[in-house]
């Protein structure tokens, strides 16, 4: 068993979170650097400190799951929720339950609450935002953004959903009373249930095929029937009726209970 093998079953033994199933070489370089960044020779010495210091544990932790974010990413996919997948569903329920599954700081989840609030009133939106890393979901929780995250969020909705304190920009507390942070373990832990749309977006590229097969499933089967499942920019499913998917739109899938 390499170090590096030995390390990561060190990490899983402590934290639950198991790195085999990311993609080892991008992964292994990535913790090399913040090692060496340390200052630490070898991956035992590392974890031997890590394991000693909750400071450099939550350090790793971050490196480790990927939080880049901001509102209203990718905004051409957003708009096919707003003009298609939301009327679609208005007309079918009074009630919508989303999941922000790798929700990192909240911009995915408010931006969700946002655009559903066009079609639901708040009270009848439940969105639940889950991530692995605490310390994204403390900075979620509170709400407050700089102005980067929010470029491309339209001066309308920035003035009716934010307060501006300073440089920075807080989330309406109604507009929080509509999410539920959660920490949630994508590869270990249970998953929702009769969920009408899942979000998950550029995380799964960071996995091998191996753990994308199951998650894919999972998210089949946390769906509602004719539910909808909304991926990132590089991470288009081929052959989505292996996992009970349909292409809906671009990036957009369809359960298909038939399949």
Not at 89 to 103: L, P, V, Y
């Amino acid at each position: 068993m390499s170090e590096y093998q030995a390390f990561i079953g060190q990490i899983y033994k402590k934290t639950g979170l198991d790195l085999s199933l990311y993609k080892e070489v991008q992964m292994k370089r990535r913790l090399t650097s913040l090692r060496d960044k340390r200052g630490y020779e070898s991956f035992q010495d590392y974890f031997k400190a890590i394991n000693a210091d909750q400071q450099l544990l939550q350090e790793f932790l971050d490196k480790v799951t990927i939080n880049v974010s901001e509102f209203y990413r990718n905004p051409t996919r957003w708009k096919v929720l707003e003009d298609t997948i939301f009327p679609s569903f208005k007309k079918q329920m009074k009630k919508i339950k989303i999941w922000s599954a790798a929700c990192s700081t909240g911009e995915e989840p408010y931006t969700l609450a946002i655009i559903a609030n066009q079609f639901w009133d708040l009270k009848d939106i439940e969105i639940i935002a889950t991530d692995i890393d605490p310390n994204v979901l403390a900075r979620a929780k509170q709400g407050i953004y700089n102005e980067r995250a929010l470029q491309e969020v339209p001066i309308a909705i920035k003035d009716k959903y934010f307060h501006q304190e300073g440089a920075t920009f807080k989330v309406n507390e109604r507009l929080k009373k509509a999410i539920s942070f959660k920490k949630h373990n994508l590869l270990a832990d249970k998953y929702p249930a009769d969920v009408n749309l899942i979000v998950c977006r550029n995380v799964l590229i960071y996995f091998t095929e191996e753990a994308k097969t199951k998650i894919y499933h999972n998210f089949n089967e946390a769906l509602d029937d004719d539910g909808i499942f909304f991926v990132g920019s590089t991470e288009q499913i081929f052959s989505p009726e292996k996992y009970g998917f349909e292409v809906l739109d671009t990036f957009f899938y369809r359960k298909n209970y038939n399949t």
